[in-house]
C-alpha cells in the first residue's frame, strides 16, 4: 500500500513499499518460469494433452496480467466500484471476441458443408488430383 509523507515544507509525497514491488515481482517470475518449463517439457515429451496445456497458458498469463495491472498499475489499491467499472467492460470486450471468434466458426463450418458451390468445389479438386508421375531415371 501507498502512503503518504509530509516533508518539512508541508508538501505530500507518497511513498511506496518496495516490499509488495519485490512479492509481485517473484510471483510473476515463478509463474512465468512454470510457463516456460512447460512449454519445454511439451516441445520435447508431449506430456499433457495440446489443449489443456493452452488452458493453463491462458490461466498463466490471466493471473500475471491481474498482478501486474494490480500493483504496477495501482488499480488494486482503489475503491472496488472503480475496479469494477474497469474490470467488467474489458470482461464484456473478451466475451465479445469470443463470441464473433464461435460465430464465425460456426458460419464457416455450415458453409463448407451445406454450400452447394463450394461443395461442389471441394469434389472437383479432390476428382481432379491425379497420382503423381513418375520422374525419368526414378527407381521403381
Known sequence: MSEV???????????????????????????????LVLAIVYYESHFLPKH?????????????????????MHLGHEIRNLI??????????????IAFLWDGNSYKNLRNNYDRYHVEQSQKKVEQKEPEAKKPGAME
Not at 509530509?6 to 510471483?27: C, L, M, N, Q, Y
Not at 489443456?52 to 504496477?72: D, M, Q, S, Y
Open 84 to 97: 469494477l467499472t474497469i474490470a467488467i467492460p474489458a470482461l464484456l470486450f473478451v466475451w465479445f471476441i
Open 5 to 35: 509523507h509530509v516533508d518539512a515544507a508541508g508538501h505530500a509525497e507518497p511513498s511506496f513499499s518496495t516490499k509488495t514491488i519485490w512479492r509481485t515481482f517473484w510471483i510473476l517470475l515463478i509463474i512465468t518460469v512454470v510457463e
Open 52 to 72: 489443456f496445456l493452452n488452458g493453463l497458458f491462458v490461466i498463466g498469463t490471466l493471473a500475471k496480467a491481474f498482478f501486474i495491472v494490480a500493483e504496477f
